[in-house]
């Protein structure tokens, strides 16, 4: 680690957490705190989570979020550490913080806008600067996103249309393998309109063919946050983790039970959108790091359980 | 047999049958899709890398690989012979298998090979530098030391190489046996 200075990675790291906070209040987002000790943590497909004191470690904050939602709070911010086990690599730290923000009444559009504001003010405060320097170029913040559907993106770098026969195998490999590589590195990317088998917890719009409103920020060719049009219907709901339990059966994860207060909260839950990001990965893109390692204060390996 | 969780830098693996080195691994997880480890692997029989990415759930062949250190014997005109110097065991190589190496051998120089399946795939010095005497090479520019300018020369064995202008016919020079190039000039054995 290099000696404490204004440049020090964890100095940019911090200034760019104040901006966050600053950057919510000044839009009047309530900043809550929910349980990071969870009775049933989230039960979709290749997620694990760390078993802790008779509950488990929270691995996203996002149920606990819609139910204050539910409550009637029309925007919320949090900051806080999720855990997912086994993921440990130059981009995936088993600990890790989350920043999740939650508009009611909005949809991808005003998450998108809120994106757009947020990421060249926290950039500059931190840096100096509104863009990231990394290896060989350079991503400017302030230009106008590439937005790209899965279906394009996929047919043009791998040789099919994933949303016209799914295969969820070779859809993540070329995912890593073909489509990530070939993303533009010089402004924000947003990879939009996911198979229904990837729409995770959000809406899906019926199609032909059917496609998930989600999207997937790219920065650099890094994967930084992923926005929701929150599904709000309950049986879908269901359906979803019945089926993300055999999935998780099949794969011998564990499954979980169903998280009934948040069941129940999904009669009062408004249209909303919300979007996870990752604050390590910003910060290693503010930084021009190639790994999270110099972003976080200590990177611990405590025995995988 | 190998999962693919047990990846990491310098495992040997085996895919439809050929042998692999891992070089380069990074563990890779696109949101919510599965674990995956995107690999840079190098195949051991023809030098080349290529990348592959393997899923946690992916099964994966360990090769059979045994590594065996050798002296040189002789070379009997067609092959090149190598002795175990614990067994003795020889091993006979032909001209092909061994490359650029069997311009190298020294009597009695120990080398390592590895062998696949029981065939041999690659051939290396143990001492990766060998001392050779120059026996063709046009004269030397005396006091022209610079390195950079080069001509070509001989050494017994009949290889060809490029050395500095100030090397003469009965100089003796280290050549770098992975890369077959001249690395100096060394006092005459």
Known sequence: ?????????????????????????????????????????????????????????????????????????????????????????????????????YRAGAGLDEIERDLRELLPFVAVRATGRNVIRRGEGETDLTAPWAK????????????????????EDRFDLDLVGKVEPALPRDRPVALTGYPPQRAAFARTAPGPPPRAERFELYLDGVEVANAYDELTDRTEHEQRYA????????????????????LACLGRLPRCAGIALGVDRLAMLLCGAESLDPVLAFRERPPEV | MY????????????????????????????????????????????????????????????????????????????HYVFTDPRTFEEFSLSPETLGDA??????????????HNGQVIAVEFVKPFVEKEIVETEPGVRGDTATNVTKPAKIDSGYELRVPLFINQGDWVRIDTRTGEYVERVARR
Request: proline share 8%; aromatic share 10%; net charge negative.
């Open chain 1, 1 to 101: 680690m290099p000696p404490p200075s204004a440049d020090h990675p964890l100095a940019i790291r911090a200034r760019m957490l104040a901006a966050i906070r600053e950057f919510f209040h000044d839009r009047d987002f309530l900043e809550v705190e929910t349980p990071v000790r969870v009775t049933t943590p989230v039960l979709e497909p290749h997620i694990r989570a760390v078993p802790a004191g008779g509950g488990w470690l929270r691995t996203s904050p996002e149920l606990h979020m819609k139910r204050l939602l539910a409550e009637g709070w029309p925007r919320l911010v949090q900051i806080g550490p999720c855990f997912r086990a086994g993921e440990t690599g130059p981009l995936h730290h088993p600990e890790f913080t989350m920043l999740e923000w």
């Open chain 1, 148 to 167: 790209l559907e899965v279906a394009e993106a996929f047919r043009r770098w791998a040789g099919w249309d994933p949303l016209a026969a799914w295969d």
């Open chain 1, 243 to 262: 089926e993300w339990a055999a999935q998780r059966q099949a794969a011998g994860d564990e499954v979980h039970p169903l998280d009934d207060a948040f």
């Open chain 2, 3 to 78: 999962t693919a969780s047990d990846l990491r830098k310098g495992l040997k693996i085996e895919l439809d049958g050929v042998p692999y080195e891992v070089v380069e691994f990074n563990f890779v997880k696109p949101g919510k899709g599965q674990a995956m480890y995107k690999c840079r692997i190098k195949n051991l029989i023809t030098r080349t890398t290529q990348d592959r990415t393997f899923r946690e759930v992916d099964k994966i062949n360990k090769p059979d690989l045994e590594e065996r250190i050798v002296h040189f014997s002789y070379e009997d005109g067609h």
């Open chain 2, 102 to 115: 069997r311009y190298f051998l020294t009597e009695d120089c120990e080398v390592s090979l590895l062998r």
